[in-house]
């Protein structure tokens, strides 16, 4: 009942700044540039600590997989389910996110260095399991704060944006043997053309004392970087976000991730996304699967 009212509170949020006109349509609403406020005149215009988008919000109604995880396990032996749960195949899966500048310029007008907050956080719903009361099986909490500066150039047809580093705390809020959670030091680089953007970020985890790390390893399963690229033509937005772990051998694991949003109404869009690989959510960090959900959104990358 807490996350469902989340989820009501969240988009009466989104709602209220859409409707101030914040997130109008125009030429370059959706680049990097405009996100992100490379442009002072853009700082000016919103102010700090004011609610902005940041990564994709959406509800997908029905999320299949072909593999759902009843049994997690870990290298910690503190973080072994000792029997499998009943859970359905299909649930509803929801994203939210948001982010508020707090600082601007910390180096002087002429470098920049803008201080970010976000927050993003992933619920997995089983909805359809009525004989366990329709519990919350998964949900991933992502606080972070960056620091963003601009960077002027071009390579290879691609504007650059910008280039930080930042802190990145991952969890699901649960007590072993369900805990799950990591820390990470996150770079990032971000590049766009008039369609298209391209974010990279490669991380370093924060390591912890054996026996307190609820997954060992995750970086061979969640990865050691992602890639994202996001296109947007017209009524149709189309991104990829690919995760892997740079290593070989018996550690050459990754995962992709598709979206397609088409837009039906103003900001309301149809959504599907297609998942494969290892980590669709911290609990699942080292179980292989492949998702197919489909629903609504009402922000994109782009």
């Known amino acids: 009942m807490r996350n469902f009212t989340l989820i009501i509170l969240l988009l009466m949020v989104n709602l209220s700044i859409r409707s101030q006109g914040l997130f109008k349509k125009s030429k370059d609403t959706?680049?990097?540039s405009e996100r992100w406020q490379i442009n002072d005149s853009l700082t000016k215009q919103r102010g700090l600590f004011r609610i902005?988008?940041?990564k994709p919000v959406y509800i997908l109604f029905a999320n299949n997989t072909n593999d759902i995880n009843k049994q997690p396990t870990s290298d910690n032996p503190d973080n072994v389910v000792p029997k499998p749960m009943p859970l359905d195949d299909t649930e509803l899966k929801f994203q939210i996110s948001f982010k508020t500048m707090a600082?601007?310029?910390i180096f002087g007008n002429r470098i920049g260095g803008d201080i970010w907050i976000g927050y993003s956080q992933t619920s997995r719903w089983q909805v359809f399991n009525v004989d366990q009361s329709r519990p919350f099986r998964e949900t991933n909490y992502e606080p972070e704060v960056m620091l963003l500066a601009p960077t002027p150039y071009k390579i290879f047809g691609l504007n650059g944006v910008f280039a930080g580093i930042g802190f990145n705390h991952q969890s699901n809020g649960r007590s072993?043997?369900?805990s799950r959670s990591w820390n990470r030091v996150i770079?990032?680089?971000g590049w766009e053309t008039k369609d298209l953007s391209i974010v990279l970020r490669p991380w370093w985890r924060l390591q912890e004392e054996p026996t307190e790390d609820n997954n060992p390893g995750i970086e061979n399963y969640v990865g050691r970087g992602d890639l994202m690229v996001a296109y947007e033509k017209g009524r149709h937005d189309i991104s990829m976000?690919?995760?892997?772990s740079m290593r070989f051998g018996d550690d050459n694991?990754?995962?992709i991730q598709m979206d397609y949003a088409f837009r039906i109404y103003d900001y309301l869009k149809l959504h599907l996304q297609v998942f494969s690989g290892y980590g669709e959510s911290l609990i699942d960090y080292n179980h292989k699967q492949t998702t197919v959900g489909i629903g609504v959104s009402l922000?994109?990358?782009?």
């Open 299 to 302: 922000v994109e990358w782009r």
């Open 176 to 178: 072993n043997p369900l």
């Open 52 to 54: 902005q988008t940041y």
């Open 241 to 244: 976000l690919a995760r892997h």
């Open 187 to 189: 770079m990032q680089f």
């Open 253 to 255: 694991r990754g995962s």
């Open 30 to 32: 959706y680049s990097l």
């Open 103 to 105: 600082l601007r310029n």
